[in-house]
């Protein structure tokens, strides 16, 4: 199909409302009511969860075909050296500066 | 302790005004979405998207990977009721981030919710968890104006990207690593006791073979859903039964040099 103005609008509203219902309802149900402490406990752990999820996305799945690969040397390298400034640092700038520089330097030698 | 070199960082000024040590808080996100906002506006100018409408989305979906997504769909022609349903594949995830803040925003008006959902996403997600977390003194308001700033940083990069077009070349797998490496960063500073760790491994892996038989990113959805609940059941268990587990013990900050992850370059 070929699309023009018009039809690239009605995609950002529909595209709002599917990523504005999961963002609020949880928000407005879990913020009103008494919520028992063992979901807090789960909730907990849902950070670590989905931030690796979101890196082995990154970097070990294609983003077209959804398979496993294992050929983005340069970001697999780059990552452990992330993980160990950010953990030597705890800084968020300086591990994101380090993953870009290293990303671009190993990406030229190793291609 | 008095030996430390005072850090400017760490020693908040407390005449500095709101608006300020806010957005030093967010800077460090603002300025890695200056050139993936840049990459996104121009994949959507040549996906077709005019200046306007590359504006429009940015504000209101504000997400990098689903603008990717439409980028990566209008190029490949696909109709739209299915750009949609990947859409919202790939915006579940959002459910699980509103609820792990939900204990954080209690007693907020439903118009400040609605205001904080609109320009919530995975990286002021990110920045804010680990602000509420940590800081006492760190509330919705905040949190907000973390969320406004980096909206405001993503749409313009991505409006002038739209804007430059194709005049400039941007390699998009070298700047999307930004991102990555704030995740990283952020999955650092979660960790706390050898339990995490094991999660974390559990998570990436089970999430990789979720995506693999899903074939979109629902499966990051599932795989954080088990992961999360595998690690509460766990900690739960282990604080119930075995409380001196070694699964438990707290990991030492950075200075300590006795650490549990095992680096050899220890000096």
């Keep these: ?111 | 302790m008095n030996k430390r070199r005072p850090n400017p960082k760490q020693v908040p000024d407390p005449d500095e005004p709101l608006w300020r040590s806010t957005l030093r808080v967010a800077m460090p996100l603002n300025l890695s979405y200056v050139p993936i906002g840049l990459a996104c506006g121009i994949l959507l100018h040549a996906a077709g998207f005019n200046t306007l409408l590359t504006g429009l989305v940015s504000l209101l979906i504000f997400s990098g990977g689903a603008q990717f997504l439409i980028a990566t769909m209008l190029t490949i022609n696909s109709p739209l009721l299915s750009i949609v349903l990947m859409l919202f594949f790939l915006e579940l995830r959002y459910a699980l981030l509103s609820s792990s803040l939900s204990p954080y925003l209690k007693g907020q008006s439903n118009r400040f919710l609605f205001i904080f959902a609109v320009s919530l996403n995975d990286e002021n997600y990110a920045i804010n968890y680990l602000k509420f977390a940590t800081d006492k003194k760190w509330t919705g308001k905040e949190a907000l104006m973390v969320e406004h700033y980096s909206l405001l940083f993503w749409a313009v990069s991505n409006v002038i990207g739209s804007l430059v077009g194709s005049a400039l070349k941007i390699d998009l797998g070298v700047v999307n690593f930004a991102l990555t490496a704030l995740f990283l960063y952020m999955i650092v500073m979660q960790i706390k006791n050898r339990l995490t760790i094991l999660i974390c491994l559990f998570s990436g892996v089970f999430a990789a073979l979720c995506m693999m038989l899903t074939k979109s990113t629902l499966g990051l959805v599932i795989s954080t859903l088990i992961a999360s609940l595998l690690g509460f059941l766990l900690e739960t268990t282990l604080k119930k039964h075995l409380p001196d587990s070694h699964w438990l013990w707290k990991l030492r900050s950075p200075g300590a040099k006795k650490s549990v992850v095992e680096n050899t370059e220890d000096n």
């Design chain 1, 1 to 111: 199909m070929n699309w023009n103005s018009t039809q690239h609008f009605w995609l950002i509203i529909l595209g709002f409302f599917v990523a504005f219902i999961p963002r609020f309802f949880p928000l407005m149900l879990f913020t009103k009511r008494q919520i028992p402490e063992w979901f807090n406990e789960w909730m907990k752990f849902i950070p670590v969860s989905l931030f690796t999820a979101l890196v082995v996305k990154d970097i070990f799945i294609d983003s077209e075909s959804y398979q496993f690969i294992i050929s983005k040397y340069s970001e697999m390298l780059a990552a452990v050296i992330v993980i160990v400034v950010a953990y030597r640092t705890r800084s968020m700038v300086i591990s994101v500066v380090v993953g870009l520089i290293s990303v671009f330097l190993l990406s030229m030698v190793i291609a």
